[in-house]
């Protein structure tokens, strides 16, 4: 169950948020047909290669797995607006169902011509871990501080502000990962201090990036031991924090 759920996992994170576009996104929130067809075809792509299955008999799960996908997206655009409560209630949804396919079907990843690789499995975890702690933490930071953006005009270069999330989140992801939690403190103070004289003239600027940072370094934070807890269930990989 839990090289399926790996690969199932890494799936999912890299269908919604590697491969999926903004025009994407959008489109299937006004119920696009083209859009949600485009998706799916994405969805079923990457969990059919990651679970690299041996014969036809194991696509049945997982077209049950793109059509429940689908379904939880349809249910996302009854949610009125975007919201980060919203957006966190969806992937609990699709994690769910790939806990309910995992289940279900043990060995869909085993009887896979990945099956073999006994460290398959962790490396995926530690991917879609990383892909949650960057790629979906930008988008669920974002529509936490959406609102508080709209009362002054962000200054700074062109998406500026999104890579140095990216940035911040990925190097917390793996500084906890080997072991060095106590170097996070020091991130934080080499962001306070180059943020410190442009914040402190502005309260509403420092007021929102105070409440951005901490959001993004809680998630990356949770992501990180998130990952740590789970790859206790897979062979060790020989340099993570919790390794033996």
Not at 82 to 88: E, I, P, R, T, V
Not at 104 to 124: D, T, Y
């Amino acid at each position: 169950m839990t090289e399926t759920f790996a690969a199932l996992l890494l799936a999912h994170v890299s269908a919604d948020f590697l491969l999926q576009s903004n025009w994407m996104a959008g489109a299937k929130q006004a119920r696009h047909p083209g859009a949600l067809l485009l998706h799916g075809i994405i969805v079923l792509a990457t969990a059919t290669l990651l679970i690299a299955p041996r014969d036809a008999t194991a696509m049945a799960p997982l077209l049950l797995l793109t059509g429940a996908h689908l379904l939880i997206d349809l249910a996302k655009t009854l949610a009125p607006g975007k919201s980060l409560g919203a957006f966190l209630a969806d992937q609990a949804a699709h994690l769910a169902s790939l806990v309910a396919i995992a289940w279900v079907f043990p060995m869909l990843a085993p009887s896979g011509w990945l099956g073999g690789l006994p460290l398959a499995a962790p490396v995926m975890v530690l991917l879609a871990g990383a892909v949650i702690s960057v790629q979906a933490g930008g988008y669920a930071i974002g529509l936490l501080v959406q609102p508080f953006g709209r009362s002054f005009r962000a200054e700074g270069l062109p998406r500026g502000g999104k890579l140095i999330g990216q940035l911040e989140r990925g190097l917390i992801y793996f500084l906890i990962l080997v072991g060095q939690p106590s170097a996070v403190g020091f991130l934080i103070a080499a962001k306070s201090v180059l943020r410190f004289d442009a914040s402190r003239r502005r309260q509403k600027a420092a007021e929102y990036v105070i409440i951005g940072t901490l959001a993004s370094f809680g998630w990356a934070v949770i992501c990180a031991y998130a990952v740590l807890g789970l790859l206790q269930a897979y062979p060790p990989l020989g340099f993570l924090a919790l390794d033996p």
